[in-house]
């Protein structure tokens, strides 16, 4: 089983090749080479978008994608909900950013086959919002915890009171993305704090959390944040690629 959680990616433009250490070329090769560990020849490949601004980043991803590797890829978008269909073929499962409410919306319905497939040993890459779903409590927005501000309002994903929603479950920890561009480590801290979530971890943008082989990874040119509770506070430590 390898999940892959990244706070959010530049996509190499079209025409334009991907820097040979970039964390896009870098990450497609891993997921890519780990989904055809599992599935062979035959590698198909679902990417699953709520939204325009979601289906554009998701066929922009795939372009990049085919200029690294001969994968299969079927990009899946939707406003709604996706259906079991979406993934019931599918080598992998990559979902990508978005606003986290409306992608964990979008998914609850195939939450419980994703899980199940996971635990199956499909991979899994969820970028932004796609990594904050993968929680069991997801950390999808908001800004104040009781009317006390906690991050940046611009960064709360339309939401005031910072909210806590069931998320796919493939880890036990919170997630936030780009929490050094954005405050968002804040949201993290204070909900841990709170005993909203257990604890969680913060990853940059350009910045990856590999968990593969019982074994966990950093890749990228960010930081991973790590937030772990305790009788006595919050403890907040970073770890690097």
């Known amino acids: 089983m390898g999940i892959y959680l990244t706070g959010g990616l530049r996509v190499p433009a079209a025409g334009t090749a991907a820097a040979a250490g970039s964390l896009c070329a870098e990450l497609w090769g891993r997921f890519i080479a780990d989904v055809r560990s599992q599935a062979g020849e035959d590698t198909r490949i679902v990417v699953l978008a709520v939204g325009d601004t979601a289906a554009n980043q998701a066929r922009e991803l795939v372009e990049a994608a085919h200029r690294e590797g001969d994968a299969r890829f079927s990009v899946v978008t939707t406003s709604d909900t996706f259906d079991l269909q979406a993934i019931a073929v599918a080598s992998a499962i990559v979902v990508v950013d978005g606003e986290p409410e409306a992608v964990r919306a979008a998914l609850a319905p195939i939450d419980g086959e994703i899980r199940r497939r996971v635990a199956a040993d499909t991979p899994y890459l969820g970028i932004g919002a796609g990594a904050i779903v993968a929680a069991e409590k997801a950390l999808i927005g908001g800004w104040r915890i009781g009317g006390v501000p906690v991050s940046p ?25 780009a929490p050094a561009a954005t405050g968002s480590l804040g949201r993290l801290v204070a909900a841990t704090e709170g005993a909203l979530v257990p604890g969680g971890i913060g990853i940059d943008t350009e910045t990856a959390l590999i968990i593969a082989d019982g074994r966990l990874e950093v890749v990228g040119k960010g930081s991973l944040w790590q937030v772990i509770g305790s009788e006595h506070g919050v403890t907040v430590s970073t770890r690097g690629a």
């Open 153 to 177: 309002e611009e960064y709360g994903f339309g939401l005031d009171e910072v909210t806590v929603a069931q998320g796919l479950g493939l880890l036990d920890l919170s997630v936030v993305t």
